[in-house]
């Protein structure tokens, strides 16, 4: 299985560049807190560039609906949930629908899995700040530091196997300039979109 493919196949190619897949989620059930100043719709503020756009919708009162629109008009879906861990909020978020080729053998889909995506969270209002992570920065740190957290490579990728616990562990050392994660992007609200309810699945 290659991990980039499985990204793709989700129409969120766009975010792997910055991201790195985990077999678990970033969160336990007691981390995950809900913030109503995430829901409605955020785009990026590149000018002379057409925006990137994240939309949040509520599904329950500890998940929400994210649909990513990329420049080029592609989306991806997404389950995604808020969560704190100290002081710090983050976004684990994993595909919510993967859609494969209509072509492909059942069995090729069949042994592909979403893998969760962890984003740093540093302001939710009145701009929505998101820091990715520092994919290089990661590379290197775990070539010099292999026992450091459990993950394998998957053709050029990594893949994080390490428990929720130890993910915890790792990405609350690391949060220090110039180290898991990149320096934010802004995020700005679309006063012009009306939040809306994804009802519970």
Not at 156 to 165: H, Y
Request: aromatic content about 10%; overall charge negative; proline content about 6%.
């Amino acid at each position: 299985m290659k991990i980039r493919n499985v990204i793709a196949l989700a129409g969120a190619a766009v975010l792997f560049s910055a991201c790195i897949p985990s077999v678990n989620p970033f969160y336990t059930e007691k981390d995950v807190v809900f913030d109503p100043r995430l829901t409605g719709e955020w785009q990026t503020q590149e000018k002379n560039k057409t925006p990137e756009v994240w939309k949040f919708e509520n599904v329950t009162n500890t998940c929400y609906h994210l649909t990513i629109t990329d420049k080029d008009g592609k989306q991806g879906e997404f389950e995604a949930h808020l969560l704190k861990l100290k002081q710090e909020h983050f976004l684990d978020i994993i595909p919510a629908d993967c859609k494969y080729a209509t072509n492909q053998a059942d069995l090729v889909a069949a042994s592909m899995f979403p893998g969760h995506l962890l984003l740093r969270v540093p302001q939710l209002a009145p701009e929505l700040k998101l820091a990715f992570f520092d994919f290089d920065w990661l590379e290197k740190y775990l070539k010099a530091n292999p026992q450091a957290l459990a993950h394998r490579h998957e053709d050029k990728s990594i893949l994080l196997t390490a428990g929720t616990r130890d993910l915890q562990r790792f990405v609350l050392k690391h949060l220090g300039k110039d180290e898991l994660f990149k320096e934010p992007e802004d995020f700005a609200r679309n006063t012009n979109a009306i939040p809306g309810t994804v009802p519970p699945q």
